[in-house]
């Protein structure tokens, strides 16, 4: 069956200082990859997406994401983190056309320390 | 892009009673629409897909005659809790695809609607 998995549930980082956010796929082709952003008691905003292309996509915010085929990843990055970010960061994947049913991971949480 | 609104926000009931929220696409029609689960500090459990004009699909696992889905138009779905109980508190939250311009796999979701039983 399809899952995504988020390995870290808590990341804390000091404002300013550069940020990853790990995203593994199980999937026996590729699927569509989002980032979705939630904050508390929010609904959740797209940072970016792959469909296909590219593999190095960016999005808004300053983030962007990579797709490693190789390593079923999409991991999302970026160069220097604002307090305005700290928020739940969720990767979900879409296994492919006309299904639109997302299978999100479990998040993280992400802590930005002034 | 594509916005779409959930109402209430927020909700408070007592147990026994039903509690109805609404998703709406405000500028584009959506034949489609998905509602998700949230409970705190994990992740969106996809509940059923709401389809206009016809009955929902639901997930395995979610009771139908507990969760209502309603699809009546083109921009609006509903979702009813029925005889609500403490465990139905929850985070929902809807989504719904937006099919101008081709099928691009994206959703866009509400803010979401917090239930809380009494």
Not at chain 1, 30 to 58: C, I, R
Not at chain 2, 22 to 41: G, H, I, N, V
Request: aromatic share 12%.
């Amino acid at each position: 069956a399809q899952s995504v998995t988020q390995p870290d549930i808590h990341i804390t980082v000091s404002e300013g200082a550069s940020l990853e956010l790990r995203c593994n796929y199980s999937y026996g082709a590729t699927p569509y990859l989002f980032w979705y952003v939630q904050s508390p008691g929010q609904g959740l905003q797209l940072l970016l997406k792959y469909f296909s292309g590219d593999t190095l996509v960016q999005g808004i915010k300053g983030f962007e994401a990579e797709f490693k085929r190789s390593q079923s990843s999409f991991n999302l990055r970026k160069p220097s983190v604002h307090w305005s970010d700290a928020a739940e960061y969720f990767c979900a994947v879409s296994i492919g056309l006309g299904t639109y049913k997302y299978i999100f991971g479990t998040g993280t949480r992400l802590k930005v320390l002034a | 892009g594509a916005v779409v609104s959930q109402h209430p926000s927020r909700v408070i009931c007592k147990s026994g009673t039903s509690v109805k929220i609404e998703c709406r696409s405000l500028d584009f029609q959506a034949t489609t629409m998905f509602w998700y689960r949230q409970f705190p500090k994990q992740s969106l459990m996809l509940m059923a897909t709401s389809n206009e004009g016809s009955k929902a699909t639901y997930e395995q696992g979610v009771e139908k005659d507990k969760f209502l889905i309603n699809h009546a138009s083109l921009t609006l779905s509903t979702l009813t809790v029925t005889s609500a109980h403490p465990e139905d508190s929850s985070f929902y939250i809807c989504s719904a695809r937006d099919s101008r311009g081709g099928d691009t796999g994206e959703l866009f979701f509400g803010e979401g609607s917090r239930l809380t039983v009494l």
